[in-house]
């Protein structure tokens, strides 16, 4: 319950406390922050919808029930934006290609199309240039502590005069994950009817949707509603290299 607003916290000092250089420099809070930031902005959506931030909890669950328009999520959106970015950044320095929920029983299953691959073509070429080839993937989560201060250092350099085009394949997942959670924030409450969880289902499924469709990392920032600048995603995208 108390998940989001940890969060909130750890990004808003790492925030106001550091600048320049130092912003980018690998952190404990950083790690932290990147991990848990999808989760927590699950959690904010289903313990802190429906009363204003820092508010009273006690009419939770009423019939008349709807998301406060001051609500957590919308008061700290910047902050968990820029948390999800560091999640992104922090996966694609460990070489994390998928959710980790994937079965490693040899079970029949139905083939299931992935929508991401169509952008993959920019960080698969990044990788293999820094690894040599097919496995660069499965190798970067492991090493020495050595070998990770300087793929750190690697990471920092390769980011210098980056744009967003270059890592739009790994921004990819968590800015669609941004983009469904603020859906969700719009509908979900506590006792929902059964008419209008089906109504409010069918929204977030249209936002997954044009998400999916969108054909480059621009038309994805304008469709997941996020006005935060290229400069300023690419930074986090690197705090949360760094910090792997």
Not at 80 to 98: E, K, Q, T, V
Not at 158 to 170: C, E, T, Y
Request: hydrophobic content about 35%; proline content about 3%; some cysteine.
């Amino acid at each position: 319950r108390v998940l989001s607003a940890g969060l909130l916290a750890a990004k808003s000092m790492r925030q106001s406390g550091q600048s320049g250089k130092a912003a980018c420099s690998p952190s404990p809070l950083t790690r932290g922050v990147a991990d848990s930031a999808p989760m927590a902005a699950l959690t904010c959506i289903l313990f802190h919808n429906e009363s204003p931030d820092l508010g009273s909890i006690d009419k939770l669950g009423t019939e008349e029930s709807k998301p406060s328009p001051k609500r957590r999520w919308v008061v700290g959106k910047d902050l968990f934006l820029r948390s999800l970015i560091n999640c992104a950044g922090r996966r694609h320095a460990l070489g994390i290609a998928g959710s980790g929920c994937a079965s490693g029983r040899n079970t029949p299953s139905r083939n299931r199309s992935n929508s991401f691959a169509d952008w993959d073509y920019l960080d698969d070429d990044d990788d293999d240039n820094d690894d040599g080839g097919g496995n660069s993937r499965s190798s970067r989560g492991s090493g020495s502590d050595s070998e990770r201060q300087r793929k750190r250092s690697n990471n920092s350099s390769a980011l210098s005069g980056a744009d967003v085009d270059d890592f739009g394949a790994a921004l990819r997942p968590m800015l669609t994950y941004y983009a469904i959670i603020n859906a969700m924030s719009e509908e979900y409450v506590l006792n929902l009817e059964d008419a209008r969880i089906d109504e409010a289902a069918s929204r977030i499924v249209q936002t997954v949707e044009v998400c999916h469709r969108a054909a480059n990392i621009h038309e994805l920032l304008e469709k997941a509603e996020i006005t935060l600048s290229h400069k300023a995603i690419i930074d986090e995208f690197q705090l949360g290299m760094v910090c792997a």
